[in-house]
């Protein structure tokens, strides 16, 4: 079964082309990275696939449902985490957490079920009291991811999620992510950072509107590191 799925998808900006032709599969419960510097359309894509904008030409597919034919059934399949943080910074993590729920119609003891089980997933329960202003940078994302699976979505998207985070705590939300893959969750997860793609995961290189690379990563850098096959695709005009 195939997690997402878009097909030939442009997108422009007035005379600016934001996405040229872009298509991509990612099977159900893989990681895959969405590599590219910034600018090259990966915001765009983000806001496509979350029928944020619509797109004149492409297809898109969210666990098997059309985005455009039935966008209800598609959405239902997808938890996001945007790059800005969106947290209610005077509301507690567990009250934060509550609030969406709501919002996806889970009461009772459902949601009380469900918010136990993703804080304990992303390791914050000892947190889930805690302002979410008192919090740092690491446990704020892992909160918003929590936040993000309250609804046991198959498809996971995740943009820039760890910007302004230091090296410790990159390195957690990265691993974190990684095991919600290990357990079915199909995740997409957009970063201009070649040190988050490990060379086992499913890599689409984006630059300038297009799919530069396509495939597992350890195949996409060759004989070289990701990171000099990256700066080497994107330094010479596509």
Same mark, same amino acid.
């Given at each position: 079964m195939t997690g997402i799925r878009v097909a030939d998808l442009s997108y422009s900006y007035g005379a600016?082309?934001?996405? @040229?032709?872009?298509? *991509?599969?990612?099977?159900?419960? #893989? *990681?895959?990275?969405?590599?590219g510097p910034n600018g090259a359309g990966k915001s765009t894509l983000f806001d496509l696939l979350t029928r944020l904008f619509v797109a004149p030409r492409g297809r898109i597919e969210i666990a098997g449902h059309d985005l455009a034919k039935a966008p209800s059934a598609a959405l239902a399949k997808l938890g996001i985490v945007f790059q800005q943080p969106t947290l209610d910074l005077d509301l507690t993590v567990r009250q934060?957490?509550?609030y969406f729920a709501a919002l996806h119609g889970l009461s009772g003891?459902?949601?009380?079920?469900?918010?136990?089980?993703?804080?304990?997933?992303?390791?914050? #329960? @000892?947190?889930?009291?805690?302002? #979410?202003?008192?919090l740092n940078g690491g446990h704020r994302r892992r909160t918003e991811i929590a936040r993000a699976l309250l609804h046991d979505p198959a498809v996971l998207l995740l943009d820039e999620p760890t910007v302004g985070l230091d090296a410790a705590s990159r390195a957690a939300i990265t691993d974190h992510v990684h095991g919600l893959a290990d357990d079915?969750?199909?995740?997409?997860? #957009?970063?201009?950072?070649?040190?988050?793609?490990?060379?086992? @995961?499913?890599?689409?290189?984006l630059h300038q509107a297009k799919v530069l690379a396509d495939g597992l990563a350890r195949n996409v850098s060759g004989d070289t590191s990701l990171q000099e096959? *990256?700066?080497?695709?994107?330094?010479?005009p596509a």
């Amino acid at each position: 079964m195939t997690g997402i799925r878009v097909a030939d998808l442009s997108y422009s900006y007035g005379a600016k082309t934001a996405l @040229d032709g872009v298509s *991509f599969d990612v099977r159900a419960g #893989a *990681f895959c990275a969405l590599l590219g510097p910034n600018g090259a359309g990966k915001s765009t894509l983000f806001d496509l696939l979350t029928r944020l904008f619509v797109a004149p030409r492409g297809r898109i597919e969210i666990a098997g449902h059309d985005l455009a034919k039935a966008p209800s059934a598609a959405l239902a399949k997808l938890g996001i985490v945007f790059q800005q943080p969106t947290l209610d910074l005077d509301l507690t993590v567990r009250q934060n957490l509550s609030y969406f729920a709501a919002l996806h119609g889970l009461s009772g003891r459902n949601r009380a079920q469900r918010i136990d089980q993703v804080l304990e997933r992303l390791d914050i #329960a @000892d947190r889930m009291h805690e302002k #979410a202003r008192t919090l740092n940078g690491g446990h704020r994302r892992r909160t918003e991811i929590a936040r993000a699976l309250l609804h046991d979505p198959a498809v996971l998207l995740l943009d820039e999620p760890t910007v302004g985070l230091d090296a410790a705590s990159r390195a957690a939300i990265t691993d974190h992510v990684h095991g919600l893959a290990d357990d079915g969750t199909t995740i997409l997860w #957009a970063t201009h950072l070649a040190d988050e793609v490990r060379p086992d @995961d499913r890599l689409v290189i984006l630059h300038q509107a297009k799919v530069l690379a396509d495939g597992l990563a350890r195949n996409v850098s060759g004989d070289t590191s990701l990171q000099e096959a *990256f700066l080497a695709m994107t330094s010479e005009p596509a």
